[in-house]
């Protein structure tokens, strides 16, 4: 046990380098389309002029991602992983370079849409922030509880989906805390701007903070 | 190349003794949370009397899967990953032994919801059947082009949801296309019945071919 990882070395690595940038990183984890993309694109949006954001995304294919975030102004840097169903710390690091992080006070990583893998590549990231669908279900953190174990903070997403669906706010709520107690939650809708304002609070006061 | 992986001595097995049952088995494959038990159950119950199925449930936790499918009355035996990401023939292989194949028609596996993973691992089916529902986005087939391309039929879910969500079906059609033009694709709604009958046609006219 005493060895660390590759992945673990280079995102040691990468946790020094962020740190004497004085930057705030998160790791940005969802199934495929929970909305991870719009609820990043949303926030650069609304908090430009207030804070220095920029973005590395992953994805097997197409920069569809970093194109519609580049939308916001901020600089966004997209990893093209071909079969590879999880970001690792080497390839953040290498797209770090990319990105002028002295001028920055946010560093996002959107990660591959996937709901396992990704929970066990430390990027070196300050945050694991989780995104979780109305549409998707109550019960995901019950059945995929290894990547809310590993949750820092989990947005429920499209909330002005929620009476469309039927979603049961109690049971997801309840199911989120039975799996993930250390995580601070958020209702959110990316679409509408439903809620992102508690998100922007904890975020400026966590960016205050580094 | 010339070596066969474990996995695909296993699938050789696998479908070896499907055959041997007269089985048509699918493999059903999706993100979390885009409705694959409530697609199988519904199929099932509908189809309750003109065939007999049986469900094998892929899930890192829980068996509520399992559970859901037993009520339309089929067989469902769950496996339980633990932290495994996707399926592998040999755990189906064993658990298709709890099941009284030759009693079947219709032998349908539910695996781990990913879209990645699982597209690397032949179970031994004859079908693979990969579900997209409308609410995670129209670009899912460019953006994890791995699994489409190894799909045998598409199935769009939740059409119920597609004008509250803003659905682009031409798109999301055209890119389906694009990425699997191989596949047979139907638009259905797992909660209100809608396409679902194309499917069933689909599903028994294949089963009188085996
Ligand atoms: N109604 C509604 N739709 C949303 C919301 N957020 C995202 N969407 C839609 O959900 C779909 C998927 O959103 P994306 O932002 O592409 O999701 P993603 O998690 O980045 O997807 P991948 O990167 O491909 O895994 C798109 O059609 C979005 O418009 C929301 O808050 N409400
Ligand atoms: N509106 C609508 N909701 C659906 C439909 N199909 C499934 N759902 C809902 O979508 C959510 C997820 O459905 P599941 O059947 O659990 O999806 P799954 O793909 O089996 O999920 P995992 O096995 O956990 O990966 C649940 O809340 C279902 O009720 C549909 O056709 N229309
Ligand atoms: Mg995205
Ligand atoms: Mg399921
Ligand atoms: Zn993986
Ligand atoms: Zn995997």
Chains 1, 2 share one sequence.
Request: some cysteine.
């Amino acid at each position: 046990q005493g060895i660390l990882s590759k992945n673990d070395l280079f995102a040691a690595r990468n946790r020094a380098r962020f740190k004497a940038s004085g930057l705030l990183v998160l790791n940005v984890v969802s199934s495929p389309g929970s909305g991870k993309t719009a609820f990043i694109e949303r926030t650069l949006t609304d908090l430009q002029g207030r804070l220095r954001g920029g973005v590395i995304v992953g994805d097997l294919a197409t920069d569809n991602d970093a194109q519609r975030i580049a939308r916001s102004g901020a600089p966004a840097i997209q990893i093209t992983t071909g079969d590879m169903c999880h970001l690792e710390a080497e390839m953040v690091g290498k797209a770090a370079g990319q990105l002028n992080l002295d001028n920055l006070d946010l560093l996002i990583v959107e990660n591959v849409g996937n709901l396992v893998c990704p929970s066990g590549y430390d990027l070196g990231e300050d945050l694991r922030v989780v995104l979780l669908s109305v549409t998707e279900g109550e019960d995901k953190p019950l059945k995929y509880p290894v990547m809310f174990k590993t949750a820092d903070v989990v947005i429920v997403n499209k909330m002005d989906l929620a009476e469309a669906v039927g979603f049961d706010r109690t049971t997801a709520l309840d199911n989120i805390r039975r799996i993930a107690p250390q995580a601070t939650v958020f209702e959110v809708s990316a679409r509408t701007g439903l809620g992102m304002h508690e998100w922007y609070a904890f975020l400026e006061q966590r960016i205050g903070r580094q």
